[in-house]
Nanobody
Framework: VQLVESGGGSVQVGGSLRLSCVASGYTASRYCMGWFRQAPGKEREGVAAIDSVGNTDYAESVKGRFTISQDKGKNILYLEMNDLKPEDTAMYYC??????WGRGTQVTVS
């Protein structure tokens, strides 16, 4: 399984970004996929998750602002992030079943 994130960048407060995670080497419908983030000096935290039937879950801090989705046909996981805040600044990672991880994409909000 390989996961490759993209879409990060620098954005102003209140702005939006869409992260993508392209997966290969696995069947999307069999895994629970999630987005995690880690800010400097802080522990990695879960941001959003989606299971094999499309149920979603979000951290309280991002509810109403972030949306997780996936295109199973293309094996791509997305994270739509709106109304970004400085505290959203972190390296964002996608994961499959907490067993496979990408290398991350940096999001900076200022």
């Amino acid at each position: 399984v390989q996961l490759v994130e993209s879409g990060g960048g620098s954005v102003q407060v209140g702005g939006s970004l869409r992260l993508s995670c392209v997966a290969s080497g696995y069947t999307a419908s069999r895994y629970c996929m999630g987005w995690f983030r880690q800010a400097p000096g802080k522990e990695r935290e879960g941001v959003a998750a989606i299971d094999s039937v499309g149920n979603t879950d979000y951290a309280e801090s991002v509810k109403g602002r972030f949306t997780i989705s996936q295109d199973k046909g293309k094996n791509i996981l997305y994270l739509e992030m709106n109304d970004l805040k400085p505290e959203d600044t972190a390296m964002y990672y996608c994961a499959a079943d907490l067993a496979y991880w990408g290398r991350g994409t940096q999001v900076t909000v200022s």
